[in-house]
């Protein structure tokens, strides 16, 4: 018996991903509009509602419209916008969130996919909350840098057409960025962190940074702590993987594609005890573990399959 996907917006980038990494697996059925019927409200209704799992690639608000659509069906989400990131009756897209994580989002009906910034912040602070090690009313800075394709069609297209005014470019300038909401909802902070987003001319690639001071963390705190808390978290994570001190120590610099084209994260902890600082560092692929595939992984959950089938590792 096979299980029914209808992606919702497949068109999209992340959409269109998503769809390349389902394509040849044969315990999935894909349910396809032709491009005629794609905008025929009959027929988006009757594929929402013939699915087993519907994914969302949509803007916030046809996201939100989609839901409405599907109410009393059986039919289950993951919304991969921001719509419902931290609504309370949807469960977080982030299986290596907390313990146990895993199994409220394969029971869950209502899955809100994370944002690739948000999700790569959140995976720094949130164990690190949890160890006792960074409080609450911390004031956090974060900087992160994406691939364009990040930025949808326009943006690729601007890029890629050579018509891109820069090579790199800051945004988000008046910090009220989307993604902030679930930042500070999911890492458990007091208050947003600072966010200072940017977007560089590549495709595929992000880098995530978080400067900190020690006497910003428990009395006591030294770079070791922070490393080994963040590698008890994820022990039994095949995609995240926490770089011990010898492997952070003989990088001379941290390439943003290190990870792309592949579905993994790895969290880097540089320090200089002398200055009572440590900076922590993310990287993964904005459309992979930042986008398609944590859908896919989450789909993987919902769906009963094995968690890590059809990503790339």
Not at 119 to 131: G, V
Request: with cysteine; hydrophobic share 40%.
């Amino acid at each position: 018996m096979t299980t029914s996907i209808f992606i919702d917006g497949g068109h999209g980038t992340t959409g269109l991903e998503i769809r390349d990494r389902l394509a040849d697996r044969p315990e999935i059925t894909s349910i396809v509009l032709d491009d005629d019927r794609r905008k025929d409200a009959d027929a988006r209704l009757d594929a929402l509602r013939s699915a087993d799992i519907a994914i969302l690639c949509l803007p916030d608000e046809a996201a939100r419209e989609a839901v409405a659509m599907l109410d009393g069906a059986d039919t289950r989400i993951i919304d991969a916008s921001t719509a419902h990131r931290t609504a309370p009756d949807w469960t977080y897209g982030f299986p290596e969130w907390e313990p146990n994580h895993r199994n409220a989002i394969a029971t869950s009906k209502h899955v809100a996919n994370p944002g690739c910034y948000a999700q790569t912040f959140i995976a720094m602070t949130h164990p690190l909350m949890m160890a006792g090690i960074l409080p609450a009313d911390a004031a956090i800075s974060v900087n992160a840098i994406s691939g364009y394709s990040g930025g949808g069609r326009a943006m690729i297209e601007e890029f890629e057409s050579g018509t891109a005014s820069t090579a790199f470019r800051n945004y988000a300038l008046p910090l009220r960025h989307k993604h902030l909401p679930e930042m500070q909802a999911h890492s458990g902070l007091d208050s947003p962190p600072l966010f200072s987003p940017s977007v560089a001319n590549l495709y595929r690639g992000m880098l995530v940074e978080i400067p900190l001071h020690l006497e910003q963390m428990r009395g006591g705190t030294g770079p070791g702590d922070v490393r080994a808390a963040l590698r008890d978290h994820y022990a039994d994570s095949a995609l995240i993987a926490v770089l011990d001190e010898a492997e952070t120590g003989a990088l001379d610099l941290v390439p943003i594609e290190r990870c792309a084209g592949t579905d993994r994260m790895e969290i880097m902890v540089f320090a200089n005890p002398d200055a009572g600082q440590v900076r922590l560092c993310a990287i993964l692929d904005n459309l992979g573990k930042g986008a398609a595939g944590a859908a896919v992984q989450n789909l993987n959950l919902m769906a009963g399959f094995e968690e890590y089938s059809g990503l790339r590792l």
